[in-house]
């Protein structure tokens, strides 16, 4: 079972490269999220759609970009990487309004130099 | 203020004892509540709600207290694999909103 898959794994970008991470479901979810997590900081969301065709701005979007062209591909972009934006990048799902299971892929470790 | 906080610990536990530790939430108004679990480099997964009679998941008990804003997580006979951290997610008000404590590391040792 798939469920959400995030490419790259991980990646060493140098400052002022763009870079768009992936993020692909096939578990037919309305709701996408992608967060960042950083050590003692928790996860925090950069943007989240509700559905195909809409994005919406989580705590932390600035530097950030996404897209939701269909339901299955949730990619976010990073205009303009910043050593700032170092972090472990979590796309995930939900499938139910009203519940707190996300569905989350295994990360994509970004390193800016 | 974060509005989610955990001790951050770690709470190291011989195997078969029983560990317990909270999660403060600021938003009155918060709405449901969960635990996550998080191993190592991994992505979170559910671990439980919590519900506000409280509940119980096997070795596991979950526990709100509204009045003074914390869930609790209560793992009794611990196991090796349960060592991880442990995540508190708060839902605010509004969908969409889910807020994660930055985790407790909880080392369960033989």
């Known amino acids: 079972t798939a469920g959400i898959t995030q490419a790259p794994t991980s990646q060493i970008l140098a400052a002022g490269r763009s870079m768009t991470l992936r993020c692909t479901q096939d578990?037919?979810?309305?709701?996408m999220y992608w967060y960042r997590q950083d050590l003692g900081l928790g996860l925090r969301l950069i943007h989240y759609?509700?559905?195909?065709?809409?994005?919406g701005k989580g705590e932390v979007p600035d530097g950030y970009s996404v897209s939701r062209a269909n339901t299955d591909d949730f990619p976010l972009t990073l205009a303009s990487a910043v050593p700032s934006q170092t972090s472990v990048y979590f796309c995930?799902?939900?499938?139910?309004?009203?519940?707190?299971?996300?569905?989350f892929g295994e990360g994509s470790r970004l390193t800016v130099l | 203020r974060k509005e989610v906080e955990q001790d951050p610990g770690p709470f190291n536990v011989p195997e078969g004892a029983t560990v317990a530790f909270n999660c403060t939430y600021s938003?009155?108004?918060?709405?449901?509540f969960f635990w996550y679990r998080q191993d190592c480099r991994k992505e979170p997964k559910l671990l439980m709600s919590v519900y506000s009679s409280g509940n119980e998941d096997g070795r596991f008990t979950a526990q709100l207290n509204r009045a003074s804003q914390y869930i609790s997580l209560l793992i009794r006979d611990s196991k090796l694999s349960d060592s991880a951290t442990y995540l508190c997610v708060v839902r605010g008000p509004s969908w969409g909103k889910l807020q994660f404590g930055a985790g407790t590391q909880v080392v369960v040792t033989p």
């Open positions: 759609s509700n559905t195909a065709g809409t994005t």
């Open positions: 578990m037919r979810h309305n709701a």
């Open positions: 938003n009155s108004a918060s709405q449901s």
């Open positions: 995930a799902s939900s499938g139910a309004e009203n519940t707190g299971e996300l569905f």
